[in-house]
């Protein structure tokens, strides 16, 4: 039962570049979406999320885009640092306080 | 900034015996979370706990699994008696909202259970 996919493994990036990260959902009651950083040895932090009212969400280097029609979410980092490889989630909630998370990327950014 | 801590880091127990996770969620948060992940897979939601009772559980919390609020700051996930299948890093979570699910979780460092 994946609700919430995340089928790219791992990433690498060059530092500078643009790192995109996908995800895509089935459920389509969901409508609120976070993506999460996890460092090893750490438990996953907030890094940035979006309503499903919104198509695109930025924080800084971080941008989130939601493209309702074909379930799918992605978190661009422009520009990428090496300080950014670390294990993404992405997380999908229908609300309730209920969350589903993707298996994670791990991105690594090559200096 | 406020954090949810969890102890211990790692622990390693027999098959068969009994653990106990420890967590400290952020003070004024409501609602508690354990998640759990095994080595390459997803992080998966074992149960929700809010109002000194679980509010949801997964089909992977059974009857071998418990959680309890003993005082005003601890939350504590209980296993009966392990199995090789239950090694995994398990998060604590919590986050403020009573409804809506708008805020987002505070995650633990997380335990890691090796079960030999």
């Known amino acids: 039962d994946q609700q919430v996919k995340q089928n790219s493994p791992s990433l690498s990036v060059q530092e500078g570049r643009i790192s995109i990260l996908n995800c895509d959902y089935t459920n389509s009651m969901f409508d609120y979406f976070l993506w999460y950083k996890k460092y090893p040895a750490e438990g996953p932090t907030f890094l940035i999320s979006?309503?499903?009212?919104?198509d695109k969400n930025e924080d800084g280097r971080f941008t989130v885009f939601l493209n309702k029609s074909a379930k799918h979410l992605s978190l661009h980092i422009v520009p990428s640092q090496p300080g950014d490889s670390a294990v993404y989630f992405c997380?999908?909630?229908?609300?309730?306080?209920?969350?589903?998370f993707g298996s994670g990327t791990k991105l690594n950014v090559k200096p | 900034e406020p954090e949810v801590t969890q102890t211990p880091s790692h622990q390693v127990t027999q098959m068969g015996q009994e653990v106990i996770l420890r967590c400290v969620p952020i003070?004024?948060?409501?609602?508690f979370y354990w998640y759990r992940q095994i080595l390459g897979q997803k992080v998966e939601f074992l149960v929700s706990f809010y109002n000194n009772e679980i509010s949801e559980k997964s089909e992977i919390f059974d009857d071998q699994f418990s959680v309890e609020r003993p005082d005003g700051s601890n939350f504590t996930l209980k296993i009966r008696s392990t199995k090789l299948e239950d090694s995994a890093m398990y998060f604590c979570?919590?986050?403020?909202?009573?409804?809506?699910?708008?805020?987002?979780?505070?995650f633990g460092s997380g335990t890691q259970l090796s079960v030999l």
């Open positions: 997380a999908a909630s229908p609300g309730f306080n209920k969350f589903y």
């Open positions: 003070s004024n948060h409501l609602y």
């Open positions: 979570a919590s986050s403020r909202t009573t409804t809506g699910g708008r805020e987002k979780l505070f």
């Open positions: 979006i309503s499903s009212i919104k």
